[in-house]
């Protein structure tokens, strides 16, 4: 479901695999990057970014679901519970939210005639989610050794063909 804005942003709505929905804000079309976001209950949980070098290549930048989030409250009654028990963070992680913004980014990529995708994994990554590079695979990208375009301390590549 796609949603207009004032602030020239589309948004839509993108279900987790509880059924939960959640906004994903994309802020407006440039020419060599685009932003999109998560946002739960006004508070941003996820964010994709993305670098377009035309004719052909789209580089994910980050994809990231946050793992600690404490929402504002939603009226006073509860901002003054907050002042006697602190509220436990919400790791919004394993909800197949990350799944949504990189089907966001290929989808995207295909409408702008993209052929292929790639980005870089660092330690970093790979320690913050084991998981991540057969998540990756999982979603047919091949993951590669480090090639002169990832960046300087990437571990390994990622790739998709769209052709």
């Known amino acids: ?14 279900r987790d695999r509880q059924e939960r929905e959640y906004r994903l804000q994309v802020d407006p079309d440039e020419e060599q990057y685009f ?18 070098y035309p004719p052909d290549k789209l580089v994910i930048g980050d994809i990231i679901i946050h793992s600690e989030v404490i929402h504002a409250p939603d009226h006073l009654g509860t901002a003054l519970l907050r002042l006697l028990v602190e509220p436990k963070p919400i790791d919004y992680r394993r909800r197949g939210l990350g799944t949504h913004l990189l089907q966001f980014a290929i989808k995207k990529a295909r ?29 047919g990208f091949k993951v590669l050794p480090p090639s002169t375009e990832n960046i300087e301390n990437a571990v390994c590549g990622i790739s998709l063909d769209l052709r």
């Open 35 to 52: 932003t999109a976001k998560l946002l739960y209950r006004n508070s941003a949980i996820g964010m994709l970014q993305c670098v377009l």
């Open 1 to 14: 479901m796609l949603e207009s804005s004032s602030k020239n942003t589309a948004r839509m709505i993108v």
């Open 111 to 139: 409408q702008r005639g993209i052929k292929r995708i790639y980005g870089s994994l660092t330690q970093e990554d790979i320690n913050n989610n084991p998981n991540l590079v057969k998540w990756y695979e999982k979603h």
